[in-house]
């Protein structure tokens, strides 16, 4: 290994190794305005040689169309990728910009056909639900995800956005090997339940958004004002208006710890996210998306910043004091379930 390539971890007991970052790819096709896609597959490219091997996607992420994308490079580089993609939000024909959560065998096994087809791939490394349909027990969905794994078509499970009783009920099922959930400066609820039960299980946590959707990097200020129309973060509530202003005041102790490290103010967040194994001892691999093999670079750089005790204090209360929920409908996380 290279001074520049970045470290390796376990996903879960029996799990693949993977770098211990990995890469968010949902905003190659989806979710944050314009797209380009010469300069993603050269991020997708840049971040592997840098030893970035777990992928992340979903079907729901542009209708398919960010697998569609991914599936040249991973066929390119089968051998040294991981890749990681999700079923359970169901567009419905007739509106596209709906979602409707469904965890029945028939949807799934419909679904991870149209993902193996769209991946070109003949398994899938993880297959994660997305988001529970509390109608469907989940003893019941993991069940049929366990078929998935006996039939080849899946070789390990995870779970996204569950809470701590729902993991444990799922592993008396199948072995899950990663549970992914948003995990941040500003979005630490899951710190209650769901890591305790993930360490005791010896599920690994991937954690989404360890940027706060860029916000912690101070790439845009106010989402309304700073975003483009069709950007999905205009409709989170904590980045806009007077939550947007007070949260943004909140940056202060992370540029302060970024100067001391003469690093970045993403690098001191994903830097304190990585932190987050040895503080709850339990491995963490973040998922930061990017577009840019710059961008990748930098995020990269930050498995070498080690945080001090005295740093690590002076972030500590910034998630308590942050305006506004993750989603504007929290009943799909699992901070509003536990």
Not at 193 to 211: F, I, K, N, Q, T
């Amino acid at each position: 290994m290279t001074d520049s390539t970045i470290p390796t971890a376990r996903l879960g007991d029996g799990g693949p190794e993977v770098g211990v970052q990995g890469l968010g790819c949902m905003g190659m096709s989806f979710a944050y305005g314009p797209t380009d896609a010469d300069a993603s597959r050269a991020t997708l490219e840049r971040a592997l040689e840098l030893g970035v091997t777990l992928y992340d996607t979903a079907d729901a992420y542009g209708a398919g169309e960010n697998e569609r994308f991914l599936a040249p490079f991973v066929k390119a580089h089968r051998d040294e990728v991981v890749i990681a993609t999700k079923f359970a939000l169901s567009i419905p024909p007739d509106d596209p910009t709906k979602r409707i959560i469904r965890n029945d065998e028939p949807y799934i096994r419909q679904a991870v056909e149209a993902s193996l087809r769209r991946l070109d791939v003949d398994v899938i490394d993880l297959y994660y639900m997305h988001r529970r349909d509390v109608n469907v027990p989940i003893e019941e969905t993991v069940a049929v995800m366990a078929d998935l794994v006996r039939e080849g078509k899946v070789k390990h499970l995870g779970l996204s956005e569950v809470t701590g009783g729902e993991l444990r009920a799922a592993q008396a099922v199948h072995p899950i090997a990663a549970v992914q959930s948003e995990w941040s400066l500003f979005s630490r609820d899951i710190e209650a339940g769901v890591v305790p039960a993930a360490r005791e299980l010896g599920a690994a946590l991937v954690a989404y958004s360890p940027l706060g959707r860029g916000f912690l990097t101070g790439s845009f200020a106010d989402a309304e004002q700073d975003l483009t129309a069709g950007d999905f973060r205009r409709q989170q509530p904590r980045f806009t208006g007077d939550n947007a202003a007070a949260n943004a005041a909140l940056l202060a102790p992370v540029r302060t710890v970024a100067e001391a490290h003469g690093a970045t103010p993403g690098q001191i967040a994903l830097a304190w996210a990585q932190q987050r194994a040895q503080v709850h001892g339990l491995p963490v691999i973040p998922i930061p998306g990017t577009r840019k093999p710059t961008r990748v670079e930098e995020n990269t750089g930050a498995t070498r910043i080690v945080l001090t005790q005295d740093e690590l204090s002076l972030l500590e209360p910034i998630a308590g004091k942050v305006a506004g929920d993750r989603y504007a409908d929290m009943t799909f996380t699992s901070a509003g379930r536990e």
